[in-house]
T-cell receptor
Framework: GENVEQHPSTLSVQEGDSAVIKCTYS??????FPWYKQELGKRPQLIID?????GEKKDQRIAVTLNKTAKHFSLHITETQPEDSAVYFC???????????FGSGTRLQVQP | DSGVTQTPKHLITATGQRVTLRCSPR?????VYWYQQSLDQGLQFLIQ???????AKGNILERFSAQQFPDLHSELNLSSLELGDSALYFC??????????????FGPGTRLTVL
């Protein structure tokens, strides 16, 4: 099955700085890579996703890059704000089970 | 609001008991997924149903079972509960394609506490 590794587990940045979270996956057939944001006690919410036919996708202050050769993808948040503080999860499809495998999560703390 | 509903929001029970968690997917979604999230842990995939049939199985214990009904709502049954089963249980639904390649919309979760 798919194995997704996510780093770092915690990340603290100053407001206005950039934050980068990285994930690697094992199944070379995987072709869909979503990122979810989960605030304390709330449900995970999709913030951005990328499919394997593109290398980068942007949505305002967030972007995701994908390197299929190296089997890794990253989330980039620019001009961070306190409301960006949350746990972020990456995911990749387990092509055998046809379900998403989630990374272990990154707790992002944006210091005002 | 994702359009996915889960009941109850909170559940407190004792070891050895059995509980049922309920999920209603978004209108038009045929796939339902169940996840377990223990304290400060990631999302562990349990099981997926598509249009009433089991589609994929994750790390689901034998004490746990699920089903999806003709009206597409789903129930997760947890029996012989242990302290370690205390967790947030999320349900998610996705578009009719039923594959893993579509956005999954998560419900608000059910917080289960086993005493």
């Amino acid at each position: 099955g798919e194995n997704v590794e996510q780093h770092p587990s915690t990340l603290s940045v100053q407001e206005g700085d950039s934050a980068v979270i990285k994930c690697t996956y094992s199944d070379s057939a995987s072709n869909y890579f979503p990122w979810y944001k989960q605030e304390l006690g709330k449900r995970p919410q999709l913030i951005i996703d990328i499919r394997s036919n593109v290398g980068e996708k942007k949505d305002q202050r967030i972007a995701v890059t994908l390197n299929k050769t190296a089997k890794h993808f990253s989330l980039h948040i620019t001009e961070t704000q306190p409301e960006d503080s949350a746990v972020y999860f990456c995911a990749a499809p387990d092509m055998g089970r046809r379900a998403l495998t989630f990374g272990s999560g990154t707790r992002l703390q944006v210091q005002p | 609001d994702s359009g996915v509903t889960q009941t109850p929001k909170h559940l407190i029970t004792a070891t050895g008991q059995r509980v049922t968690l309920r999920c209603s997917p978004r209108s038009g979604d045929l796939s339902v997924y169940w996840y377990q999230q223990s304290l400060d842990q990631g999302l562990q995939f349990l099981i997926q149903y598509y249009n009433g049939e089991e589609r994929a199985k994750g790390n689901i214990l034998e004490r746990f079972s699920a089903q999806q009904f003709p009206d597409l709502h789903s129930e997760l049954n947890l029996s012989s509960l242990e302290l370690g089963d205390s967790a947030l249980y999320f349900c998610a639904s996705s578009k009719p394609a039923g594959g893993s390649h579509n956005e999954q919309f998560f419900g608000p979760g059910t917080r289960l506490t086993v005493l």
